[in-house]
């Protein structure tokens, strides 16, 4: 019994601590790669026509799913919102209700998320494909540094387009908003204009929301370009990573969303 | 210098995982001529030439390529080493979203700085070598996979390397562009003064350009020689490899526990 107990004991911290070393194995191979792709991103500032390509691939090609989706969240914000201040009796700030949340929160964090799912997914695949087709090999053959060609404009080109796409969101959410709240509940359209802009602070909200982007842009695209790059290189290796770009990238931005707001509005 | 051997390899052990793919591997390549590199698949042929050009870091051992360690050069060193370098890649790894004409201008673009018609004259050159400058604005997708190997061919050598490697030129192609890739790597050797190397287990293709040639077999080198020499080699596995037997020193099953009957 005593020698069952000392195993299973032994068998338990034996796992925990080689579960802790792959952990950290992994954390520490992101690192590399990181460190890596810095000083290439320079480089890519320069490559203006590879950069563009990247933001219209991850930017432009992202905009119906953000339209759309900071539409419908703006109007289900205007909804609730109204439904809620009216017991209050002060319907008139749902304009400030609704471009606080989307402009510290919503936009930001729902933005990064879409942007993971269409765009991180994307490039997860199309480099797993590069890696797996031979093509990263091959630029390293024609001393092409890959992280130079491939790796950096997506990075800097995701930096640029998810911050753009979040204001965007921000601006059409609050567009829904006004639509269901003005529009069709009827608060004053004064109102709703002269509290948001009286209520919402260019620096505390704007700013914050804004370095918010950038810190998910950052993150979406260092994991998504990690899978795609480390994947395994067959169709089912591919497919895994990109599973887990996803996954991976929304889970830190939420994590990550908790961290920054408690910094900044606390 | 002239006589010395291009790439010589020193007691190369590698392994993958715990598995060991080369144990001690020592082999010297000679310069100027077609090398055959040849053996069943999975004996890690194309894990060689990834320890060769330095796309992988060897357990042990060196390798020299015109006396230099590949794997003490620094990445600037060993990426100007890489310029003198052409790779052949089994699946041709041509860049997809750039048509046959700026895949092959790519090298040429990204290292030196010259103008525009000079690149097209260059890269024209190098489709018409390999029969394929009517081709030039197809997109990769649009060219049959001989084709493919043809434009990733042109583009292995656009830079005029010293070294070309072959990595499974022949798989999966018909016989009419077998006959082709082989007169043309021929031809290139002999024209453009190379040192090629091909890693292949199409043994009757290779042969029949080879100058020098060496079998591998569980992370050694069995024999190597002439083409001639390695026909009359004394080794059953040799003899068994070249004649495609099914049976012989390679077992024709996978081990398994005998029948037991009861």
């Known amino acids: 019994m005593l020698a069952w107990i000392l195993q299973t004991t032994t068998r338990l911290i034996a796992g925990l601590g080689s579960a802790t070393l792959g952990a950290l194995q992994g954390l520490g191979k992101r690192a590399l790669f990181v460190w890596a792709v810095i000083p290439a991103l320079p480089y890519s500032v320069w490559r203006i026509r590879l950069l563009m390509k990247q933001i219209y691939f991850a930017g432009v090609l992202s905009l119906p799913i953000i339209l759309t989706a900071g539409l419908f969240v703006g109007m289900v914000l205007g909804l609730q919102g109204h439904h809620i201040l009216t017991t209050y009796n002060s319907e008139e700030a749902v304009g400030t209700m609704t471009a606080l949340s989307l402009i510290r929160e919503l936009g930001p964090v729902v933005a990064a998320l879409l942007f993971a799912g269409r765009a991180g997914s994307a490039l997860t695949a199309e480099v797993g494909l590069m890696k797996s087709t031979e093509q990263l090999s091959a630029l390293e053959m024609m001393a092409v540094d890959p992280m130079k060609f491939v790796i950096a404009p997506r990075i800097l080109a995701s930096i640029i387009a998810l911050p753009m796409l979040a204001m965007i969101f921000i601006a059409t959410g609050i567009f829904g908003g006004y639509v269901v709240a003005v529009g069709w509940l009827g608060v004053d359209d004064g109102a709703f204009w002269a509290q948001m802009s009286e209520q919402v602070d260019w620096y505390d909200d704007v700013i914050n929301g804004l370095v918010k982007a950038v810190v998910f842009a950052i993150l979406i695209a260092i994991i998504a370009l990690y899978e795609g790059y480390e994947s395994v290189p067959t169709s089912e290796g591919v497919s895994h990573a990109t599973t887990r770009s996803v996954v991976h990238a929304s889970l830190v931005v939420l994590g990550v969303d908790f961290i920054l707001t408690s910094l900044m509005f606390t | ?262």
């Open chain 2, 1 to 262: 210098m002239q006589n010395a051997p291009l790439i010589e390899i020193e007691n190369l052990s590698f392994y993958r995982a715990d598995r060991k793919i080369f144990d001690k591997l020592s082999l010297q390549i000679p310069r100027g001529q077609i090398t055959a590199i040849m053996g069943p698949s999975g004996t890690g042929k194309t894990t060689l030439l990834k320890l060769i050009v330095g796309q992988l870091k060897p357990s042990s051992g060196r390798v020299l390529i015109n006396g230099q360690d590949v794997n003490q050069l620094s990445r600037n060193a060993l990426y100007e080493l890489r310029q003198q370098m052409g790779m052949l890649f089994q699946t041709g790894a041509l860049l997809t979203d750039l048509n046959v004409f700026d895949n092959i201008a790519f090298p040429l673009r990204e290292h030196f700085k010259l103008p525009e018609p000079l690149i097209a004259n260059l890269v024209r050159m190098k489709l018409e070598a390999v029969g394929l400058r009517g081709a030039y604005a197809l997109m990769p997708a649009e060219l049959s996979g001989g084709m493919a190997r043809r434009v990733a061919l042109a583009r292995a050598f656009v830079l005029d390397p010293q070294m070309l490697f072959y990595d499974e030129p022949f798989v999966g192609q018909d016989p009419i562009t077998m006959g082709v890739l082989v007169s043309l790597i021929q031809k290139l050797n002999a024209s453009l003064n190379l040192t090629s190397i091909i890693v292949s287990h199409d043994v009757n293709e290779v042969l029949s350009i080879a100058e020098f040639a060496c079998v591998l077999s569980e992370g050694r080198i069995v024999e190597q020689g002439t083409p001639q020499e390695l026909q009359q080699s004394e080794s059953d596995y040799v003899q068994q490899f070249l004649k495609g037997l099914p049976d012989g020193p390679v077992p024709l099953h996978y081990p398994v526990e005998p029948w037991s009957v009861g």
